[in-house]
């Protein structure tokens, strides 16, 4: 280790052979006297301050606890307090329409994103589901691309909507939630700019 090594207080020097031969040549005196009176055969060497001294411990720095964070349960939210940008759990009903649905934070493994909220531009009596479906996934389908950067049927991803019942549109309700999902498996964050 650096710590570890020492340094003679004279440094080191390297002379050719020439140098050596005409500095033995010009001083009458044996090798030895070129050498500095402590490196001398026969002299006594005092141990340098730093010789005597013991390194200091480093102390060993042991790493801080990470808290282990526990996954967030979704919370059961009213559909109709889901907003762009919220993420859902899977959710499933027996019946035909759908009050409320599983929220949870998008850094948490989910199943759906909602990537776009618009309303169906019709108004009226209620044109029946199939009508209603169809308008809820013509708005979908272009607004896919936009959010994922890969047209809908080059995608791996897929999307379903959220539309308005017949009790929902006679009482004015004509949002659509568009939903993104990876059949593949749970998300984590978004799926904006996916590319895929």
Known sequence: MLSELRRSPYGRLVLGPLVVGAALSLTACSPEML???????????????????????????????????????????????????????????????ISSVPKIDCAEPHVYEVYHVENINESGDYPGETSVSDSANELCEAAFEPFVGTGYYDSALYYTPLFPTADGWAAGDREVLCLIYDPAGDTTGTLAGANR
């Open 35 to 97: 050498l500095p009176p402590a490196l001398r055969p026969g002299a006594e060497v005092a141990p340098s301050p730093e010789a005597t001294e013991t390194p200091a411990e480093t102390p060993v720095e042991t790493p801080a606890e990470t808290p282990v964070e526990t996954p967030m349960d979704p919370e059961d939210t009213d559909v109709f307090d889901i907003y762009l940008g919220d993420c859902l759990t899977e959710f499933g009903s027996d019946e035909d329409s």
